[in-house]
């Protein structure tokens, strides 16, 4: 059964800053795996899908990596801003989509 | 275009009543997923549809739940004599045609938030 696991769970930090947050997985037989953003209240907004294949996608400040073999992929988020605060979901596609706990950021200014 | 519309965006209801939550998915979509968020427990998958199918119905947490498409693109979750436990967020997320259930990007609703009294 896959387990993802976010580190850290909760995450202040000052304007500016770059931020890396981390997700990590046990099955490591992945098709994808999707990182999202949830404002309070709100859905999920989709952020970044790295195919099993490939080693990183990036969108504007954000960049994801993935390392299959270590069942790890972090979330890089350069010069932060304050917009950036939200939960931030990485979820990893196996035969269902598998989320974790999530990180929760804080970006003051 | 338009995205995933989910309604209501809020119900209350009674312990024991039956309640039905609708989810609309980006027109031609044929994947649509049902997922719960309950405080402390994260996000949990429900039921996967291909179509008008379900391949994927083992997430269901019991048989107080069912969902249902048609036409292949509306779909239903119904919940039967609700219990508090069931007081959650329920998220749909919809995708293009996949040959395997999560190969593709999941595009989500803003959920509906059940409160069971």
């Known amino acids: 059964k896959q387990e993802v696991t976010q580190i850290p769970a909760a995450l202040s930090v000052p304007e500016g800053e770059n931020l890396v947050l981390n997700c990590s997985f046990t099955d490591s037989a992945i098709y994808n795996l999707q990182w999202f953003r949830q404002d309070p209240g709100k859905g999920l907004t989709s952020l970044l899908l790295i195919q099993s294949s490939q080693r990183e996608q990036t969108s504007g400040r954000l960049n994801a990596s993935l390392d299959k073999s270590s069942g790890r992929s972090t979330l890089y988020i350069a010069a932060s801003q304050p917009g950036d605060s939200a939960t931030y979901l990485c979820?990893?596609?196996?035969?269902?989509?598998?989320f974790g706990e999530g990180t929760q950021l804080t970006v003051n200014p | 275009g338009a995205g995933v519309s989910q309604s209501p965006s809020n119900k209350v209801t009674e312990k024991g009543k039956d309640v039905e939550l609708r989810c609309d998915p980006i027109s031609g979509h044929t994947a649509l997923y049902w997922y719960r968020q309950s405080l402390g427990q994260g996000l949990e998958f429900l039921i996967y549809?291909?179509?008008?199918?379900?391949?994927?119905k083992s997430g269901l947490p019991s048989d107080r739940f069912s969902a249902e498409r048609t036409g292949g693109s509306v779909s239903t979750l119904t919940i039967q004599r609700t219990q508090q436990e069931d007081s959650a967020v329920y998220l749909c997320a919809s995708s293009r045609l996949a040959g395997t259930q999560s190969s593709y990007e999941q595009y989500f609703g803003p959920g509906t938030r059940l409160t069971v009294t």
């Open positions: 549809f291909q179509g008008n199918s379900a391949p994927d």
């Open positions: 979820a990893a596609s196996g035969s269902r989509l598998t």
